[in-house]
């Protein structure tokens, strides 16, 4: 079984690497679409640009995503480290820990985003196919990533199943019609203020001392459409689940 990996998907070039003095600053993004609803009252949140308000926006966008069980997370002993080591750390308190129960059901990895309203029947039709279609297609979930977009927010890696061309969740975009992309990231922690240089050297240690790992290789069994008013889908609701049937 062969799964993809950093260079053939976008991770390669993408981890946020920080240097001796260096100090983690939010970025933009993540000022704009996360800061406003893990800590409201942060004099750095930007509270009103494009179509986003205060971290929300009017108009539901729609996701055809991979669910994450964040039950079989907690039993998995590499997570267990992972967050043990977070919540040890000298900025521990500024991590939005109040975040993880609010989404442990709908913890994901968005596979394709932008999903138009009109095309949703087709979709799910389009999604059981897939699933359904032999051979069983597979994917591991790897290990923690932060990027130098959304920078504040820690992910874990999925490394979906090399194909002939590519890989199975390209394959599926391309059957919808839709955009290729090549990051496919479960968002787990946020922080809720910038880090001074200890703190950014500390979270550095733990960036590099688990970005490596796998946490499980499964089966893809199940996708879900989602929707939500909010990146962190603090506002979403599962529009359909679609289970493999074979």
């Known amino acids: 079984m062969n799964f993809t990996d950093d260079k053939m998907l976008g991770y390669d070039n993408a981890y946020q690497v920080f240097s001796a003095g260096d100090e983690l600053v939010l970025d933009k993004n993540y000022r704009r679409a996360h800061l406003p609803l893990v800590n409201s009252s942060h004099p ?9 308000c205060m971290g929300t926006y009017n108009t539901h966008r729609r996701s055809i995503v991979l669910p994450v069980s964040d039950e079989r997370l907690r039993q998995t002993t590499t997570f ?19 975040l993880l129960e609010k989404r442990k059901n709908l913890l994901h ?6 999903l138009k309203d009109d095309c949703v029947e087709l979709a799910i039709e389009t999604l059981q196919t897939f699933l359904d279609t032999e051979p069983v297609k597979k994917y591991r979930l790897g290990g923690v990533f932060m990027g130098p977009v959304n920078t504040g927010r820690l992910y874990l890696k999925v490394y979906p199943e090399e194909t002939g061309s590519g890989h199975i969740f390209g394959e599926l ?10 990051f496919f990231l479960v968002g787990y922690f946020n922080l809720t203020e910038h880090l001074n240089k200890p703190e950014t050297m500390e979270l550095s240690e733990i960036l590099n001392r688990y970005c490596n790992e796998t946490l499980w290789e499964d089966e893809l069994r199940e996708l879900w459409l989602i929707s939500t008013h909010d990146d962190l889908v603090l506002s979403g609701k599962i529009s359909k689940k679609i289970f493999r049937s074979i």
């Not at 267990?80 to 109040?98: G, M, T, V």
């Not at 990895?109 to 932008?114: F, L, R, V």
């Open 44 to 52: 750095d949140v930007i509270a009103n640009d494009e179509d986003y």
């Open 109 to 114: 990895a968005t596979i394709s985003s932008g």
């Open 80 to 98: 267990i480290h992972i967050e043990k080591a977070l919540r040890n750390a000298s900025f521990a308190s500024k991590i939005a820990w109040d």
């Open 173 to 182: 975009q391309s059957l919808l019609g839709l955009q290729q992309t090549s």
